[in-house]
């Protein structure tokens, strides 16, 4: 079935939302042992939307390409375009956001040395490439690491794709079975041989003490196999077919799932949690959502979870930034911070205020922007013929990328 024919999952852009929220909720909010048990756990988890985007990342990508990149119909080239023009523009955009309190705390400690710092690290972000070094995964704007991933899964994907299209149930079964056991290698040898000696695992360990925690937590290869689980769970979708009762079932069970375990976090292994422990749980949330037989999906798939699902890439880039800039505001005129509670409500009301006026005003129009300029790019001569094909393919690649002002249409960070 071609990707143009395929329904609009509504419920999934709704969950879009969910998991930028939980990450916001993680860096604004925060959790102490004074905090509740079951603040402590559902905040004090909330990275674990990390994971979720990466598995809902390799469905998505699955169910709107398979076809296409598989006949033909688009080349591998117009797909790296198309991923290009689609996260691009908000993210040179969090890099200019970023940019201003990083220089303002590197100028007041007066060393000219860590201008050059300053200069290679930004680099380092623009081209995607932060996650490979752990040492600066984290430091200009956090949450762009998995951005950084992401464009490292884009490549994978095209070699992934052609050799789960030909498998059936059971090897998918199986595939899936080893994805998540590779998932979960790394954290375990942490756990076991601890090579950062006695530093804790936990959030808060810097990486000069924690540095093979951090290349656990952010390095591309070691995050591929949850965005794998995401691919192979879209190629399931796609054989399956149909919605079930059984379907039902397995979103509330996926729901019971993951509350229980967000709940018990602090007790679970911290590496454990960052890494995919609850993969196979998202990538079941993820395939009954899409299935939208359950009550859950249907709450997610409301005009205004889809609207606020639209925009989540915008509120995952931007909150840490405008987060550095709301904390500098309040010392620049002297205000004091308000208490936590209302502290958070301002930074997330706020955040999601500017995340969908970015998302009309520079991410819709910057994707199509730089989608004609690649098109341009694509179609110079001498090949004229073939690459305004190829130019072509971008466009309609774009148009079943199924992105819109409704949201209505599956998206992937």
């Known amino acids: ?9 509504r419920a999934l852009t709704g969950l879009r939302f969910v998991a930028a929220f939980q990450v916001l909720a993680y860096h ?7 905090s509740a048990w079951w603040m402590r ?13 990466f598995v809902l990342s390799g469905f998505v990508l699955t169910y709107t390409y398979h076809d296409s990149l598989r006949d033909g119909t688009a080349t591998r080239g117009a797909f ?12 040179l955009l969090s890099l200019l956001v970023a940019l201003p309190p990083v220089f303002w705390l590197v100028a007041s400690r007066g060393v000219r040395m860590q201008y050059g710092w300053l200069a290679g690290l930004t680099g380092m972000y623009a081209g995607l490439l932060q996650a490979w070094d752990p040492r600066r995964a984290c430091v200009l704007n956090c949450p762009a690491w ?53 530093v804790p695992a936990t959030p808060a360990a810097p990486v000069s003490q924690a540095y093979w925690l951090a290349v656990v ?37 996926a729901v019971g799932v993951l509350g229980a375990v967000l709940l018990a976090s602090p007790a679970i292994p911290y590496p454990l949690m960052h890494n995919g422990l609850l993969a196979p749980a998202f990538a079941a949330l993820v ?48 205000v004091a911070l308000p208490p936590q509670p209302w502290h958070f409500a301002i930074f997330a009301t706020g955040s999601i205020a500017v995340s969908l006026v970015v998302f009309d005003v520079v991410e819709e129009p910057g994707r199509r922007l730089l989608r004609r300029l690649l098109v341009r790019r694509r179609a110079d001569p001498p090949t004229l013929g073939g690459m305004a094909r190829e130019g072509t393919e971008v466009r309609g690649m774009e148009d079943r990328e199924l992105v819109s002002r409704e949201g209505g249409r599956p998206g992937e960070i």
Request: no cysteine; charged share 15%.
């Open 1 to 9: 079935m071609a990707a143009e024919g395929r329904p609009h999952l």
């Open 28 to 34: 604004g909010l925060g959790t102490g042992p004074q």
């Open 41 to 53: 756990g559902l905040v004090g988890s909330g990275y674990v939307g990390v994971s979720l985007f």
């Open 80 to 91: 790296l375009a198309a991923r290009v023009a689609r996260i691009y523009p908000v993210y």
């Open 146 to 198: 998995s951005l950084s991933d992401e464009a490292f899964f884009y490549l994978a994907f095209l070699l992934v794709l052609p050799v789960v299209a030909r498998w059936g149930m059971r090897r998918l079964a199986v595939a899936a079975g080893a994805a998540y056991a590779l998932a979960l290698l790394a954290p375990v040898l942490y756990l076991v041989l601890r090579p950062d000696g006695a």
């Open 217 to 253: 937590k952010y390095n591309p290869l070691i995050r591929l196999p949850e965005f794998v689980m995401g691919v192979i769970a879209g190629r399931l979708f796609l054989l399956e077919g149909g919605t079930r009762r059984w379907h039902v079932w397995l979103e509330a069970g």
């Open 287 to 334: 395939y009954a959502l899409a299935r939208g037989a359950g009550p859950v999906s249907r709450v997610l798939a409301t005009r205004m979870l889809v609207r606020l699902g639209a925009a989540s890439f915008s509120l995952y880039i931007l909150h840490v930034p405008l987060l550095a800039w709301m904390s500098r505001g309040y010392r620049t005129f002297g």
